[in-house]
């Protein structure tokens, strides 16, 4: 199950709420690029979900189509939450002014140093902005978005990485109750004035999720669960074996071709960060486009390594519309590819949940009724069963 970061395929329902009303992060993305050049992911059905610029309906498509969330939210929590069966019931706390003082003060006890900004902030402007007076006063950059985050960046040459992962796992562990924000992130970066990058030292503090997910009912099954990227962090290590960083594209790109190469049976969950984070949030067409055609390139390799007893699921977890008038997650539909034998060219329109219940149906060969999602592999698992009996 791989994850393209913030590829949304239309505005939800809802979107107006949200201030994303009309959003689609693809079908934009291919009308501002003149079209994309995606060969795999057409054949295989990108342009049978949506209409897009570049990328023509498949004429024999993989199992596609459409999922929506079941709860509140449009980031990369709720979203991968969501997509093991995990959905929450309100939303979580988010800061569009910034921290009130009781938590400004939690950090600063925490760090034992004073904090800059407090204010939801684009987190590359972030750096630009206050990174000066950063590195004269030893303050920490404090900063949020539209999601429910608290993030801290510190230059590496003035705050080690591993102090500041101290510090934002101190602040995970006491912000509770009504301050229980999704995530806390840790983004040490470096460079000088009017050259400052983030590093690949990017840590997430993720809330535990609030209630059982496929990975521990595959974990429990005796399934091994691999992560790669930011997986393993979102769901706090709850139900997972092994996390592989996969901290770029083509790292987790390597790590994913690799496990699917050595591992017999299992399950990986794989992140592709970069069209969110590098390029989503920065509005970068040719970027993003770019981003895309690597995958694309990948997962045509991936297809040659597949046995018959394989599933591959592509998707995404929200939107980052590059028309948007704001640089924050937009609240959209997610794109659902599906490569499994029988797939049978079906159309598939679901809650991302159904992902999940998938994945355990074909691991597990068994439903959770108890838990949120459907199994759309009913045909494909069929036809796998004829086949074993033949």
Avoid at 291 to 310: T, Y
């Amino acid at each position: 199950m791989v994850v393209l970061d913030a590829c949304g395929v239309g505005a939800l329902p809802d979107a107006a709420q949200y201030g994303d009303e009309g959003a689609n992060t693809l079908g934009h993305l291919a009308r501002e690029a003149g079209g994309l050049t995606l060969p795999t992911l057409a054949e295989l059905g990108l342009g049978s979900i949506i209409e897009l610029e570049g990328v023509p309906p498949a004429s024999a498509p993989v199992l596609h189509g459409r999922l929506h969330a079941l709860g509140p939210g449009k980031d990369s929590t709720a979203g991968h939450w969501e997509l093991m069966g995990v959905v929450s019931s309100s939303p979580l706390p988010t800061y569009e002014h910034g921290f009130p003082p009781e938590v400004v003060e939690l950090v600063r006890t925490a760090a034992g140093r004073g904090i800059l900004c407090n204010r939801a902030y684009n987190g590359i402007e972030v750096i630009e902005d206050f990174a000066p007076r950063h590195l004269e006063s030893g303050e920490l950059i404090l900063y949020t978005s539209q999601d429910s985050v608290l993030q801290i960046a510190a230059h590496v040459d003035r705050i080690a990485p591993e102090e500041l992962y101290r510090v934002c796992s101190e602040v995970r562990s006491k912000l509770t109750g009504e301050h229980a924000v999704g995530r806390v992130i840790a983004r040490p970066f470096t460079g000088s004035e009017g050259r400052f990058e983030r590093t690949e030292g990017r840590r997430d503090y993720s809330l535990s999720p609030p209630s059982r997910s496929y990975l521990e009912e595959l974990h429990a099954g005796g399934v091994e669960v691999h992560t790669v990227g930011k997986v393993g962090q979102l769901f706090a290590g709850v139900g997972i074996d092994v996390q592989h960083p996969g901290a770029t594209n083509s790292r987790a790109l390597a790590e994913t071709t690799e496990l699917i190469r050595s591992l017999s049976h299992g399950v990986v969950v794989s992140n592709l960060v970069e069209t969110d984070q590098v390029y989503g949030h920065r509005h970068d067409v040719a970027g993003f486009g770019q981003a895309l055609q690597e995958i694309d390139a990948c997962v045509g390799d991936w297809l040659g390594l597949l046995g018959p007893d394989d599933l591959l699921v592509l998707t995404a977890d929200h939107g980052c519309d590059v028309t948007s008038p704001h640089t924050d997650h937009t609240r959209e539909h997610a794109p659902l590819l599906a490569y499994f034998r029988g797939h049978g060219s079906r159309r598939h329109d679901g809650p991302l949940s159904d992902v999940g219940a998938s994945v355990a149906d074909w691991l597990l060969d068994a439903e959770l009724p108890d838990m949120p999602g459907n199994s759309f592999l009913e045909a494909g698992l069929a036809e796998r069963s004829e086949v074993a009996g033949a």
